[in-house]
């Protein structure tokens, strides 16, 4: 049994993107994946450091990677195969660009969806509406990127794709396939992979 550790929860995007990555870079077997249990004292992760969020990456040597940019570097530094991180500086940058907008929007979908969890009174009407028109601009750009989305496979395409299921499971309202029938139809073709499809969120 291998000692490197990832920690995550079933439903974090976050800490499915790393997952993503793990079986993209043909990992799987090689790193433990645990469900943690976050957001109480019995967090497994407390443990080991402070933060107590997924995904968490317990490598050999004691380091607790935290933040889903950083495990996911270091397990592509594991990949024996094609890297997801380009080396190449114009590949590396346009994929750059991809995944920073789907990041944005990850981060915009899980706010809003933050605000909704809280008592239909104590919303925030505009906050909510700003964080919608900046998902709908970060929508609109991944549709102008379709050259982008049919380059080798990046960091940046599994940004997309799990932001993109994401969308789907918390804000299916914003019916981000209208209007932009490219992306769709490249997600679909994405999220049919073994690595999405082994990691796919439960509905809760």
Known sequence: MTDMKLFYSP???????ARVVLREAG???AVEEIVAH???PENELLEYGPTGKVPALLTDDGLLLTE????????????EGPKLHPTDPETRWR???????????LDSLALRTRELRRPAD???PGFLEYEAERCRRCYDALARMEDRLEERLTIAHITVGVTLGHADLRQPEDEWREG???LAEW???FAARSSMTATKPPRD
């Open 38 to 40: 976050i957001r109480t």
């Open 27 to 29: 990992l799987v077997g």
């Open 187 to 189: 997600y679909e073709t």
């Open 95 to 105: 994929a750059a660009e991809m995944e920073g907008i789907a990041t944005a929007l």
């Open 68 to 79: 889903s940019s950083i495990v996911c570097a270091y397990l592509d530094e594991m990949n």
């Open 122 to 124: 104590e919303r925030s």
């Open 11 to 17: 439903t974090s995007p976050y800490a499915r993107k």
């Open 180 to 182: 932009r029938s490219a």
